[in-house]
């Protein structure tokens, strides 16, 4: 087993990284609080992994919600179905809620614990690949605002993490491949030893490989760990996280939510970061190249879509979380490995570059 703290002085928790270990009393009862818990699942992980999670739990007072699935339920509305349950239940605030699911369900069930009597305590077992190297860790919480993504959340850190690498064999591909977007994301940020290791293992990864995968986790979860320790509410590096996401929002909030996935619309992202870096002369083309090949590899989009129009991209990237007096900040890339954050690119360059690939 794989263990690493998030050190965050006395909201630090611990994320364990293990097979087996989603139904295990053992990982959760040091951190359960007080004895009523709600889990939060959706459709399909109701299916595979409700039943074993409350037989868990049959010495609490446990009461379970199952949410739709998908992105386009992230709204303030389905956390009202979370505070309806709890008031129903009568839940107090000594009480727990359990996110059992992918990125979707546990930016949810964290924002109804951020806000559920100013605050509940509330545990992440992330279930896709992409909520267990990045959305589960962090304490990032929130929803959708039809126009922009995560626009209403708050900062609430999980009591744990429990990533259980078995719970990866029910995945969807499209969802593996989405999580791979946000794993290559982490080589590309700030570490490339790890990004040439993808590029040599991505289709073990594919095929997983359970080792590996844990690997990846672990990998992942450290680099996030670290930067989340240094600046919790992102004042500064914690933006570096969003490498291709303000160009990846945009193609959400676009196309609407759901249709692509959050991976797939940052490795999209990521591409066209790169592209712009390039333009701006800070990145080799042969690094683009690479980037664009490591995506193309894992089968994920590498172009915005093609009825996106530039000036629709400049509309909603300029709605991003990192506008401040409508000066925006971009993660742009100077290696792999080497991504820094920009207020000074040049607008009207990023407007050609956009232009350029979207030919309108
Ligand atoms: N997913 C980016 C962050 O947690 O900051």
């Not at 951020?114 to 279930?127: H, L, N």
């Not at 982490?186 to 030893?193: Q, S």
Request: proline share 2%.
């Amino acid at each position: 087993m794989n263990a690493l703290q998030v050190e965050l002085g006395e909201r630090s928790y611990p994320i364990y990284i293990d097979s087996n270990i989603y139904n295990d009393l053992s990982y959760f009862q040091k951190h359960i609080r007080g004895n009523k818990v709600l889990v939060v699942c959706d459709s399909n992980t109701a299916q595979h992994y409700l039943q074993a999670t409350l037989a868990m739990l049959s010495d609490y007072q446990c009461q379970s919600i199952t949410l739709s699935a998908g992105e386009s339920q992230k709204t303030l509305d389905t956390v009202s179905q979370i505070y309806d349950a709890l008031m129903q239940y009568k839940f107090d605030r000594n009480c727990t809620l359990i996110a059992l699911g992918g990125g979707v369900v546990g930016d949810i069930c964290g924002f109804a614990a951020a806000t559920f009597q100013r605050g509940v305590t509330f545990i992440q077992v992330p279930t896709t690949l992409l909520a267990q190297v990045d959305s589960s860790v962090g304490g990032k919480t929130g929803v959708n605002h039809p126009l922009g993504k995560n626009m209403i959340g708050a900062f609430h850190q999980p009591a744990c993490v429990i990533a259980d690498m078995s719970t990866l064999r029910s995945l969807p591909p499209r969802e593996l491949k989405a999580g791979l977007a946000e794993v290559i994301k982490y080589g590309l940020i700030d570490d490339a030893e790890f990004y040439h290791w993808l590029n040599d293992n991505l289709q073990d990864l594919l095929a997983l490989d359970t080792d590996k995968l844990a690997y990846t986790v672990t990998r992942c979860c450290g680099n996030k760990a670290r930067i989340v320790a240094a600046d919790e509410r992102e004042s500064g590096q914690r933006a570096l996280l969003n490498l291709g996401h303000t160009f990846g929002h945009a193609i959400e909030t676009a196309m609407g939510y759901g249709n692509w996935l959050h991976g797939e619309a940052i490795a999209a992202g990521m591409c066209m970061a790169a592209r712009f870096s390039a333009n701006s002369g800070f990145l080799a083309e042969e690094i683009v190249d690479s980037v664009v090949n490591t995506f193309k590899s894992v089968g994920l989009p590498t172009e915005p879509p093609a009825d996106m129009t530039s000036e629709q991209f400049m509309d909603l990237m300029y709605r991003d979380k990192k506008v401040r007096d409508n000066v925006l900040t971009l993660v742009l890339m100077n290696d792999v490995g080497g991504a820094f954050l920009s207020s000074t690119f040049d607008t009207e360059l990023l407007r050609t570059t956009l232009f350029q690939t979207l030919n309108k």
